[in-house]
């Protein structure tokens, strides 16, 4: 990761969160291997770390302070830092916490389904266990639940026209299949500390803006087994008047949804050293 070798806010942060984690994540981060970095222990801890990391750069490099945050899922939780509702420990320990805890739940399925509303989707579902996990875009939906449940649903998807692309995940995440972890979530959520934040942070389970720690540590209390709506999410800061997006951390699967969402917005990366320099770069001028 040249951001580590390039940024000493980056290579600061990441030895601060093997020191927390008690384990080298940043070694897992760099090299791998990719078996160890696919378990949901180890990847939502991978992409905390990087997501932070690159962050941390993002504000050492002057990057223009957010009207609002988000983050898809596991994102809520960088966000959750970048607001300063979260400590570094209190972030890592948590993520960690709930890797562990989704990891060991019941096996379960989800598939991505393309080129079907969400009112067509939600009423196949709602004919089994299977819910609508994700609302990424209009027409991106995730569904989750039980391996039976997931496949009925996508088959009769298909029938009605939609592509569906089964994801590689063991769990059903942000579904009820989840409830049991998301009380043992529950309990660890109320060990830490959660401050007013900083910045907005348009969560996942409400799409709405919060500030008060206490609302924020509540709503996301909910998040495990209900959808991320990430769609109204979006719809919401697009409605403050919100015209750039950036998304930190890598890859840019999230700059694609938000493009789909509305194509007139500014959307930039940091992933990289060159995608940070090219995005303050743009923040300036625009």
């Given at each position: ?51 932070l990391a690159a962050w941390e750069c993002y504000c050492e490099a002057g990057g223009p302070q957010p009207a609002f945050v988000a983050g898809h ?46 009112e067509q989707l939600k009423e196949l579902c709602n004919a089994t266990s299977a819910v609508v996990a994700n609302f990424n875009t209009e027409e ?6 039980d391996p039976q449940s997931v496949a009925q649903v996508g088959e009769q998807a298909k029938a009605q026209g939609a592509k569906v692309i089964p ?120």
């Amino acid at each position: 990761m040249d951001l580590y070798k390039q940024f000493p806010a980056a290579k600061k942060i990441f030895e601060q969160i093997d020191q927390i984690a008690r384990r080298p994540l940043s070694n897992l981060c760099f090299d791998g291997p990719a078996e160890e970095l696919k378990r949901t222990i180890n990847t939502q801890s991978a992409i905390l770390a990087v997501s932070l990391a690159a962050w941390e750069c993002y504000c050492e490099a002057g990057g223009p302070q957010p009207a609002f945050v988000a983050g898809h899922s596991l994102g809520e939780f960088s966000a959750l830092y970048a607001a300063k509702v979260l400590s570094l420990d209190s972030v890592i320990r948590l993520v960690e916490k709930r890797g562990q805890l989704m990891e060991a739940c019941p096996p379960g399925a989800m598939s991505a389904v393309l080129g079907i509303k969400f009112e067509q989707l939600k009423e196949l579902c709602n004919a089994t266990s299977a819910v609508v996990a994700n609302f990424n875009t209009e027409e991106q939906l995730v569904i989750s639940g039980d391996p039976q449940s997931v496949a009925q649903v996508g088959e009769q998807a298909k029938a009605q026209g939609a592509k569906v692309i089964p994801l590689p995940v063991g769990g059903a995440f942000h579904s009820p299949l989840m409830s049991q972890a998301a009380k043992e979530f529950s309990r660890a959520l109320n060990q830490y500390q959660f401050s007013d934040a900083q910045y907005p942070v348009v969560q996942n389970v409400t799409a709405l803006a919060h500030t008060n720690g206490t609302v924020i540590k509540n709503t996301l209390d909910q998040q495990m087994t209900n959808s991320v709506l990430w769609y109204t999410t979006i719809k919401f800061m697009l409605d403050q008047g919100v015209t750039h997006f950036v998304e930190i951390g890598p890859g840019k699967v999230l700059s694609g949804m938000v493009k789909r969402i509305d194509k007139t917005v500014s959307i930039h990366n940091v992933g990289d050293s060159a995608s940070l320099n090219a995005t303050i770069a743009a923040l300036r001028t625009d």
